[in-house]
């Protein structure tokens, strides 16, 4: 680099030596030029890397784990949160600032710089009733953090969405996402009556449930109370004993019951003494709509020919 440097300077010397009549010639000019620009850059070069080379961008100091504070489905009357943790992944503090809530009422943003589970109650009040109570700085130093949990109790004129802003050395926006989406189960009857069966003969029906939802349902449980004569079938497997009739029970390869898709309970009937029987087929899932009970009943007694 030296022997560079001092090439360099030479042919610069050389140039301004001659007269100013006989100026150089525009090659070695031109070489001058270049000398003197490799001086400056050597010169740069021999006074090490500057105060920001080698330190992290800042987008990867404020790092934000999950990007977004985002709410499944919440009835009315009820409550949701969603939590995202701000952490310092650079080797610099880092001061974060300028806070500016931009949502409803039904929010309320709770934060802490303790690490793990910390619960609400033991946590500070950030955001209450639009009030922003937020410090005006928060300093974090290398790898350490803090988490902001968002609550917002659903009612039917709560405003949904909106953004939470703050300063770290560049502007950062947390938005605010709803998912409502959810499974709706409807039956193709209100009961399963099975009618007069004589004693001894095996009755069978047929109950449709169709998923009229945004999303795909799941079924936990579909079982029966009552008499012992009846029992349930789906897709050839007792539900209450064999768990894989839950998986699948539209047939289409995907797990669960696809929008617009639909499954059958088959409900069997055998009974030999006359009387009335009954019972309730109970059906667990994560639909809107919450469980379903339909009761089922059948009657069995001689039936006279005319």
């Known amino acids: 680099m030296r022997l560079l440097i001092l090439m360099s300077l030479f042919t610069v010397f050389a140039c301004e030596s001659q007269s100013g009549s006989d100026p150089c010639e525009e090659a070695d ?5 270049i000398g003197r620009d490799m001086f400056f850059d050597a010169a740069i070069l021999d006074q090490g890397p500057s105060a920001d080379q080698g330190s992290d961008p800042i987008e990867n100091l404020a790092r934000l784990e999950p990007e977004i504070f985002r709410f499944d489905f919440i009835a009315d009357n009820d409550t949701g949160a969603a939590t995202v943790r701000v952490r310092n992944t650079g080797a610099s503090p880092i001061r974060i600032e300028q806070f500016a809530p931009a949502f409803g009422d039904a929010y309320t943003l709770y934060w802490t710089t303790e690490s793990g589970d910390v619960p609400i109650n033991a ?16 300093s974090l130093g290398p790898d350490e953090g803090f988490s902001m949990t968002l609550v917002f109790r659903a009612a039917p004129t ?11 050395g560049r502007e950062i926006r947390i938005p605010i996402e709803h998912s ?17 069966i004589p004693p001894g003969e095996r009755r069978l029906a047929l109950v449709s449930i169709r998923n009229i939802g945004t999303a795909v349902g799941t079924l936990s449980a579909v079982s029966f109370t009552g008499d012992d004569e009846f029992s349930l079938r789906i897709e050839g497997r007792d539900p209450e004993v064999d768990s894989r009739a839950l998986y699948n029970p539209d047939r289409d390869l995907d797990p669960g019951v696809g929008i617009e898709k639909s499954f059958e309970i088959m409900v069997r009937f055998l009974g030999d003494e006359p009387g009335l029987y009954q019972g309730e087929i109970t059906i667990l899932s994560d639909a809107v709509n919450g469980d379903i009970r339909l009761p089922v009943r059948a009657t069995v007694d001689e039936i ?3």
Do not use: H, I, K, Y
């Open 180 to 196: 409502d989406d959810r499974p709706e189960f409807v039956l193709d009857q209100e009961t399963v009556d099975l009618g007069t």
């Open 304 to 306: 006279n020919e005319p």
């Open 158 to 168: 709560a405003m949904r969405g909106g953004q939470l802003v703050f300063n770290a």
């Open 29 to 33: 000019c031109d070489g001058a030029d």
């Open 123 to 138: 946590q500070e009040v950030g955001v209450l009733m639009g009030l922003n109570m937020m410090p005006s700085s928060l």
